[in-house]
């Protein structure tokens, strides 16, 4: 490599260096010296997280913002939202920043962009103002990716529209099975999650979730838990916090999460759907751990996320069952009966129409 070539490499890497500090001086700004703290919980969390200063500019994205939109933090730093947002989205996008700036509770929304691969994806945003001085000076938001989840209500939207005019009386069930899966889809809109160690904001984040969110230390007692263990528990924390999932869920229980919970002390990321008693009732959660560090890279202690899945479950076993009675139903018909997409091109059809 000539030495041209060699100061060029250097200098590249030269202005990511200054981007990166840059932003990390400008997230310091709005949060205060407490956010620092909490990078290692940022980068593990799989919705993402950002933050505008009070003209609309980025001055921070977690991963996985990231490795959504294919853009690199150096290349966020500096851009304004309505760069990256589809047009058609700018003006709701626009009055929703102005709303939220002054101080004004604005609700989940939804929007659309397009990555640097040409995809185009469907987010649902939460934003929450950042107060320093008694002031408002930016905006921390956290975006969920719903793509599959419009692109299965569209399908399902047309199949229903298809099926209708067929068999009328017999897809009663699988509606209603279908209006209980949207009811809890609808009721977990809304999540949050948190910037950094200032205990105010990250408290801020973690009640607006309403999945189960807690810290433990490396004895695997709680430190740490929002609101929703509260709720779930039907405890205050302070009486959560100190305790051991013995005391909580039972020996049995307790023996298992011991055993995933000390491999993530070891450094591994944990995902499992685990089923144990709350309050003597059996419920079923999809748990995401993974490991806290501190800045000399030692694990001090992990983070875990809980979903309650007890009502999906029992949504998805209901929607089975239906399909399986509207299935047998049309089997039963004597009349030929066939369902095909846009193009014409048959996708389904009944015993009598494949005889």
Do not use: W
Not at 70 to 79: A, K, W
Not at 107 to 133: D, H, M
Not at 252 to 269: C, P, S, T, Y
Request: proline share 2%; hydrophobic share 40%; charged share 30%.
């Amino acid at each position: 490599m000539t030495a041209s070539a060699s100061r060029q490499v250097l200098e590249e890497k030269i202005r990511h260096l200054e981007k990166r500090l840059s932003a990390f001086e400008q997230t310091t700004i709005l949060l205060g010296e407490t956010s620092v703290d909490y990078l290692s919980v940022l980068s593990q969390i799989n919705d993402g997280v950002y933050l505008l200063d009070a003209s609309g500019q980025f001055v921070f994205v977690n991963a996985a913002v990231q490795k959504r939109s294919g853009i690199s933090l150096e290349e966020f730093i500096g851009l304004h939202f309505l760069d990256i947002i589809a047009e058609e989205y700018h003006e709701r996008v626009r009055k929703n920043f102005s709303r939220a700036m002054s101080g004004e509770r604005v609700p989940p929304y939804e929007l659309a962009y397009v990555t640097r691969s040409g995809q185009r994806l469907f987010l649902e945003i939460n934003t929450q103002p950042v107060y320093k001085n008694g002031g408002i000076v930016g905006l921390l938001g956290v975006s969920r990716d719903i793509t599959k989840r419009k692109k299965a209500e569209e399908a399902l939207r047309k199949a229903r529209l298809e099926l209708e005019e067929r068999v009328e009386q017999r897809t009663k069930e699988l509606a209603q099975a279908n209006a209980e899966l949207r009811k809890e889809i609808e009721r977990r809109k809304g999540i949050e999650k948190a910037l950094r160690k200032s205990e105010h904001l990250l408290r801020t984040v973690f009640d607006s979730v309403n999945d189960c969110i807690f810290v433990k230390d490396r004895s695997l007692k709680y430190t740490l838990v929002n609101r929703c263990m509260e709720d779930l528990f039907g405890r205050p924390a302070s009486t959560l916090v100190g305790k051991t999932d013995q005391e909580l869920f039972g020996k049995e229980a307790a023996a298992h999460m011991a055993e995933v919970d000390n491999r993530v002390l070891e450094g591994q990321v944990c995902e499992e759907e685990d089923t144990k008693p709350v309050n003597n009732t059996m419920t079923t959660f999809h748990v995401v751990k993974v490991p806290i560090y501190d800045s000399k890279g030692i694990v001090t202690g992990l983070c875990g996320i809980a979903r309650d899945m007890t009502r999906r479950k029992q949504a998805r076993e209901a929607l089975r069952q239906s399909e399986a009675t509207v299935r047998a139903l049309l089997n039963a018909a004597t009349e030929v009966i066939m369902l095909t997409d846009t193009q014409g091109t048959i996708i389904a059809l009944n015993q009598t129409a494949a005889q």
